[in-house]
């Protein structure tokens, strides 16, 4: 197992560097479609765009992440359980309380976000909280918390930020390219088609960094939430659960799906297709062999 010490510097160090990456990317990208279709002021658009996306996203990524599926603050007395497993293993994890919310929804799935453990959140659904045990609730939360602590949170939510902002900066540029007219356009049959293919593949691009990024992760949060919670029947349980729940949460999108703990978009066999999660069975057989 990678030492959790390291684990945390190299996510720091991964945050600085995907950052400048993803706004390189960005830049760049949009650069060669401006001059495929003879559009210079998308260029500055980009650069003060990712920028700004890239500031934004690490100072309220997470209050973005958390109004874009439509989480609700939780509040002790209503979700008693939720909050105190939280406190509780909060506690054991040397980690400052997340704020909770919660998302309305029958789906069994939870998040956490936040660009340290000061500034953390995490998130359940409202059938996660009521089709769990206690011992399962504290294997997700558990989860959740080494995400936090490990940085993940900080990590996963830029790069969701960053993709939503190509994703924006790609469909400008294509709008762009057909309100101009014939006369407008660079007679070069070449840099039209350059520009073409671009607006097409970059955001698949960026969604397969995504995804390499985040299923690593993933295995490393299911390790982690075991050194916390000192057992791996209960995360065992609630993924198994978890595997068994065919609802759809409809607050998810492809930019935030990698902040969950499972693939949001079960019953959508299209948005799965770039799953950034591995497969719930492979990730129970590891734990099983920690029993």
Same mark, same amino acid.
């Given at each position: 197992?990678?030492?959790?010490?390291?684990?945390?510097?190299?996510?720091?160090?991964?945050?600085?560097?995907?950052?400048?990456?993803?706004?390189?990317?960005?830049?760049?990208?949009?650069?060669?479609?401006?001059?495929?279709?003879?559009?210079?002021?998308?260029?500055?658009?980009?650069?003060?765009?990712?920028?700004?996306?890239?500031?934004?996203?690490?100072?309220?990524?997470?209050? %973005? +992440?958390?109004?874009?599926?439509? $989480?609700?603050?939780?509040? #002790?007395?209503?979700?008693? /359980?939720?909050?105190? &497993?939280?406190?509780?293993?909060?506690?054991?994890?040397?980690?400052?309380?997340?704020?909770?919310?919660?998302?309305?929804?029958?789906?069994?799935?939870?998040?956490?976000?936040?660009?340290?453990?000061?500034?953390?959140?995490?998130?359940?659904?409202?059938?996660?909280?009521?089709?769990?045990?206690?011992?399962?609730?504290?294997?997700?939360?558990?989860?959740?918390?080494?995400?936090?602590?490990?940085?993940?949170?900080?990590?996963?939510?830029?790069?969701?930020?960053?993709?939503?902002?190509?994703?924006?900066?790609?469909?400008?540029?294509?709008?762009?390219?057909?309100?101009?007219?014939?006369?407008?356009?660079?007679?070069?049959?070449?840099?039209?088609?350059?520009?073409?293919?671009?607006?097409?593949?970059?955001?698949? %691009? +960026?969604?397969?960094?995504?995804? $390499?990024?985040?299923?690593? #992760?993933?295995?490393?949060? /299911?390790?982690?939430? &075991?050194?916390?919670?000192?057992?791996?029947?209960?995360?065992?349980?609630?993924?198994?659960?978890?595997?068994?729940?065919?609802?759809?949460?409809?607050?998810?999108?492809?930019?935030?799906?990698?902040?969950?703990?499972?693939?949001?978009?079960?019953?959508?066999?299209?948005?799965?297709?770039?799953?950034?999660?591995?497969?719930?069975?492979?990730?129970?057989?590891?734990?099983?062999?920690?029993?």
């Amino acid at each position: 197992m990678v030492n959790v010490y390291k684990q945390i510097s190299g996510n720091k160090r991964r945050s600085a560097i995907i950052i400048f990456l993803f706004v390189a990317f960005i830049i760049g990208t949009v650069y060669l479609i401006a001059q495929s279709y003879n559009s210079p002021e998308l260029i500055p658009l980009a650069i003060i765009f990712s920028s700004g996306s890239a500031l934004v996203g690490y100072f309220a990524g997470d209050q %973005i +992440a958390l109004k874009l599926n439509g $989480a609700k603050p939780a509040t #002790r007395k209503e979700y008693f /359980d939720f909050y105190t &497993v939280t406190e509780n293993l909060a506690l054991a994890a040397s980690v400052p309380p997340p704020r909770i919310f919660v998302i309305d929804s029958a789906a069994l799935n939870a998040f956490a976000t936040g660009r340290d453990p000061t500034h953390a959140s995490i998130c359940a659904t409202t059938g996660l909280l009521s089709k769990l045990n206690r011992a399962e609730l504290e294997g997700v939360i558990a989860h959740e918390l080494s995400h936090i602590k490990n940085f993940d949170t900080r990590l996963m939510t830029l790069v969701s930020i960053l993709i939503g902002t190509l994703s924006i900066l790609t469909n400008l540029s294509t709008r762009r390219h057909f309100l101009n007219s014939d006369n407008d356009r660079k007679d070069s049959g070449i840099l039209i088609i350059i520009g073409f293919i671009l607006i097409i593949f970059a955001p698949i %691009i +960026a969604q397969l960094i995504q995804l $390499a990024i985040s299923r690593r #992760r993933e295995y490393f949060a /299911d390790a982690g939430a &075991v050194m916390i919670t000192r057992q791996p029947s209960g995360l065992i349980g609630a993924l198994k659960k978890l595997a068994a729940d065919q609802n759809t949460l409809e607050t998810a999108s492809t930019a935030t799906a990698s902040l969950y703990i499972c693939n949001p978009f079960k019953g959508n066999k299209l948005a799965s297709l770039f799953s950034t999660h591995p497969p719930i069975s492979d990730r129970i057989t590891t734990l099983e062999k920690m029993l």
